[in-house]
């Protein structure tokens, strides 16, 4: 009786052994065709948590940034290897280059340079000319995709170049989203120059001084060029990482609607409604890389 018993049991324990296995693999199967579904799109030095509806803005120190459209393209500003910044790389199906200096124009470190340095004048938009060592600008027009890219001259002084050359402002539109990155813009916009770039969504605006504008001209520039939506401020002074700029004090004073968040990365939904535009100042945490949640 105790052996029949015996068998019943073991044959009850094989059985559902048998089919726990089945339902594993089941979810093996089903697991790894979300791999493969999220691969695609996903890539560990793409953002997280994007979807089909947002920009996600990912900052690599100073004024380089990574965007993902809704569409998946990434798109690169002022790539650099900077030890401070803990020499991110990423990908970037394109890139924009606002002048030629080190710390701005080195598409090189990112992770697919090889395929990008095949399709240079498609893919990386140089604003300045490198034929010229970047003593001419390059009127850009052009198109990635669905992105449309051109550009605006500018300086990196206030004395028309004279002191540290001149200086690309990028107007992309993504998404329907008009981008603006002002590079290492050294002076106060004239009314052409605000036309120029025209209605502005999202802004990435320098306001460290010393080598770029200061945080007083950076907020005399907000005036003039109304950001709707978000303002990202680049290229300061943070304790301990970037010392030789100064930080971020005497552009948030006197601000209102500043959003103050830990990680380097910050999603934008494309259809939200927003009222006033706000600061959005990331963290900087160069070890433990992005994460959403704490937006
Ligand atoms: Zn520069």
Same mark, same amino acid.
Request: proline share 4%; with cysteine; net charge neutral.
């Given at each position: 009786? @105790?052996?029949?018993?015996?068998?019943? +049991?073991?044959?009850? !324990?094989?059985?559902?052994?048998?089919?726990?296995?089945?339902?594993? #693999?089941?979810?093996? !199967?089903?697991?790894?065709?979300?791999?493969?579904?999220? =691969?695609? =799109?996903?890539?560990?030095?793409?953002?997280?948590?994007?979807?089909?509806?947002?920009?996600?803005? @990912?900052?690599?120190?100073q004024s380089y940034f990574?965007?993902?459209?809704?569409?998946?393209?990434?798109?690169?500003f002022d790539?650099h290897?900077?030890?401070?910044?803990? @020499?991110?790389?990423?990908?970037?199906?394109?890139?924009?280059?606002s002048?030629? *200096?080190?710390d701005h124009?080195? %598409?090189?470190?990112?992770?697919?340079?090889?395929?990008?340095?095949?399709? +240079?004048?498609? /893919?990386?938009?140089?604003?300045?000319?490198?034929?010229? &060592?970047?003593? &001419?600008?390059?009127?850009?027009?052009?198109?990635? /995709?669905?992105?449309?890219? /051109?550009? !605006?001259?500018? %300086? *990196?002084?206030?004395?028309?170049?004279?002191? /540290?050359?001149?200086?690309?402002?990028?107007?992309?539109?993504?998404?329907?989203?008009?981008? !603006?990155h002002?590079g290492d813009? #050294?002076?106060?916009?004239?009314?052409?120059?605000?036309?120029?770039?025209?209605?502005?969504?999202?802004?990435f605006?320098p306001?460290?001084?010393?080598?770029?504008?200061?945080?007083?001209?950076?907020?005399?520039?907000?005036?003039?060029?109304?950001? &709707?939506? %978000?303002?990202?401020?680049m290229h %300061?002074?943070?304790?301990?990482?970037?010392?030789?700029?100064?930080?971020?004090?005497?552009?948030?004073?006197?601000?209102?609607?500043?959003?103050?968040?830990?990680?380097?990365?910050?999603?934008?939904?494309?259809?939200?409604?927003?009222?006033?535009?706000?600061?959005?100042?990331?963290?900087?945490?160069?070890?433990?890389?992005?994460?959403?949640?704490?937006?």
């Amino acid at each position: 009786m @105790r052996t029949i018993f015996g068998i019943l +049991l073991a044959i009850l !324990v094989a059985s559902s052994a048998l089919l726990a296995q089945e339902e594993n #693999g089941k979810n093996k !199967v089903e697991n790894r065709y979300q791999d493969t579904k999220e =691969s695609k =799109s996903e890539n560990k030095s793409t953002p997280k948590g994007t979807d089909k509806k947002s920009i996600t803005v @990912r900052w690599c120190g100073q004024s380089y940034f990574q965007l993902k459209s809704a569409e998946g393209d990434l798109i690169v500003f002022d790539p650099h290897s900077m030890p401070e910044f803990g @020499r991110q790389i990423v990908k970037g199906d394109m890139v924009c280059i606002s002048h030629l *200096h080190d710390d701005h124009s080195q %598409y090189e470190v990112l992770e697919n340079a090889a395929s990008l340095e095949k399709e +240079l004048s498609k /893919r990386v938009f140089f604003g300045l000319d490198p034929k010229t &060592k970047g003593k &001419k600008f390059n009127a850009i027009d052009a198109k990635y /995709r669905s992105i449309s890219i /051109r550009t !605006v001259p500018s %300086y *990196h002084d206030a004395e028309e170049g004279m002191k /540290r050359g001149k200086n690309a402002i990028f107007v992309l539109e993504i998404d329907g989203l008009k981008v !603006v990155h002002l590079g290492d813009l #050294g002076h106060d916009l004239d009314d052409s120059a605000v036309k120029a770039i025209g209605p502005v969504d999202i802004l990435f605006i320098p306001i460290g001084g010393i080598y770029t504008i200061n945080g007083d001209t950076a907020k005399e520039i907000l005036k003039k060029l109304k950001p &709707k939506r %978000y303002i990202f401020p680049m290229h %300061y002074g943070i304790p301990s990482v970037m010392e030789d700029l100064q930080t971020a004090d005497e552009f948030l004073d006197g601000q209102k609607n500043i959003k103050k968040i830990k990680a380097n990365e910050f999603r934008i939904a494309i259809d939200e409604k927003v009222e006033n535009p706000t600061i959005v100042m990331m963290g900087w945490q160069p070890d433990e890389g992005s994460t959403d949640k704490d937006k």
